[in-house]
């Protein structure tokens, strides 16, 4: 049927957990922007033709800010640039999702002629490919595309929807994203 899409809502920053992890520079001076290649909002149809979209591209934007203001305390914009100023640009370069429902006989023929809806084991498959560059007096110290993975499993049954299964799967991909990144920047 037409018109059957639903927005995931992604969370603005990593997890308290995270951000816990997160070993503070109270040193260098840094200047940073973020950029993305993907189209906003990034849509997804299942087979029902119903659409999933997904707001990753300011999600990303969101998560990596609050994860600059935990990192550095000397945050700095353009106008205060000078020759010892760290620059980190981060670019989201890559978002992929995969869906898998794996059911039993048993699960299927529920799912055909119950009445509780869908049931199986949900499957959701994240794959974030973050470039990062960083700058010193305009020359590249380092640069690389740090690939986050990640796997998220919920039994799918009456009372869940898949939208809260994909929002979980893409939160935790950021928030492993996040943690790849830090380790990246020490």
Known sequence: ??????????????????????????NEYVLYSVDSKIVEPFEIKNTAGYSFYFPISSAIRNNIDTYMQTKFSKILN???????????????????????????????LSSLFGRGGVQGNAIVDVRLTVFVN????????????????SKYSQYLQYGIKVESIYEKAVNDGISKCIIMIDKYLL
């Open 78 to 108: 353009t106008q205060t640039k000078s020759d010892s100023t760290f620059s980190i640009k981060y670019e989201l370069r890559n978002f992929e999702i995969a869906y898998n429902l794996e059911q039993n006989t048993g699960e299927v």
């Open 1 to 26: 049927s037409q018109g059957c899409s639903s927005t995931i809502s992604l969370s603005r920053s990593p997890s308290d957990l995270v951000l816990v992890m997160i070993k503070p520079n109270n």
């Open 134 to 149: 960083v700058t010193k007096n305009g020359k590249t110290i380092s640069e690389k595309n740090i690939i986050s993975t």
